[in-house]
């Protein structure tokens, strides 16, 4: 399988710290954020990467260059940024022929089995799986809410009445169809002009494993403190060929 990281914002939230990294080279106990998500992908075998980059590009490139050798990684220049969605759409060929592929949003620090979310997907046989968890403060993310065969009912970015605790944990798998779902214009989001459209054709995976976002430093001391107590590792001895 192949995978979209979305990783070319500014960080703006963890400034200064931004300034002179790109968010997701910032390190989390001396390891930049984007090699923790190599080290997922290589325990899955998703071996070919799509990211997006805008904010200190060259940084982004020289570090994939000469620290993510045996993995196939396109990297994609937005001088202006195109959005989470906008990003796909531009990029759509990459995924030309596939029959699904990843999504993530690469400001999460994460250990999720990718293996059974995949599972999970194609038990469901819906064109669309979103990762979801049991959000504390509902209001404050894009709220999906399920029937009980995990069907996805609704799709609400930070709603003043959540209908439910689900929230969207910025990793889901896509299949052509998501393409179908896309408005007629270059800059968009998922979760604000994509995801309330899924009702039918997706399902939630509610996901039981370690999901921070790094987004603002409260939650950069959090991860530190998370990586040194070992709630979040990775077994590669548990890698039998991955997801292919």
């Known amino acids: 399988m192949k995978a979209f990281l979305l990783a070319a914002g500014k960080g703006t939230r963890l400034q200064p710290l931004t300034f002179h990294t790109p968010k997701c ?3 989390i106990c001396g390891k930049p954020l984007i090699e923790y998500w190599f080290d997922l992908f290589e325990l899955y075998g998703i071996d070919e990467v799509l990211i997006n980059t805008s904010h200190l590009a060259g940084k982004v490139e020289d570090y994939i260059n000469n620290n993510l050798k045996g993995f196939k990684v396109k990297l994609v220049y937005e001088e202006t940024l195109l959005g989470s969605g906008g ?11 596939e029959e699904s592929f990843f999504i993530f949003y690469a400001d999460n620090l994460t250990n999720i089995n990718l293996g059974k979310m995949l599972e999970f ?13 049991k959000a504390p403060n509902p209001g404050e993310c894009g709220i999906v809410e399920l029937e009980k065969d995990f069907s996805v009912v609704s799709f609400i970015e930070k709603p003043e009445n959540p209908a439910s605790d689900m929230a969207f944990a910025g990793i889901m798998i896509g299949g052509p169809g998501l393409m179908d779902l896309f408005p007629d214009q270059d800059v968009f989001d998922l979760g604000r002009d994509v995801l309330h459209r899924v009702a039918g054709n997706a399902a939630g995976y509610i996901m039981d494993d370690y999901l921070l976002d790094i987004g603002a ?3 950069l001391i959090q991860a530190e403190k998370d990586v040194k107590n070992g709630k979040i590792k990775f077994s590669r001895k548990l890698n039998s060929g991955g997801l292919i």
């Open 87 to 97: 990003t796909i759409k531009k990029n759509r060929d990459f995924v030309e022929g």
């Open 121 to 133: 997907h194609k038990e469901k046989e819906k064109e669309i799986t979103l990762a979801v968890f």
């Open 217 to 219: 430093p409260e939650k």
């Open 25 to 27: 080279l910032v390190p």
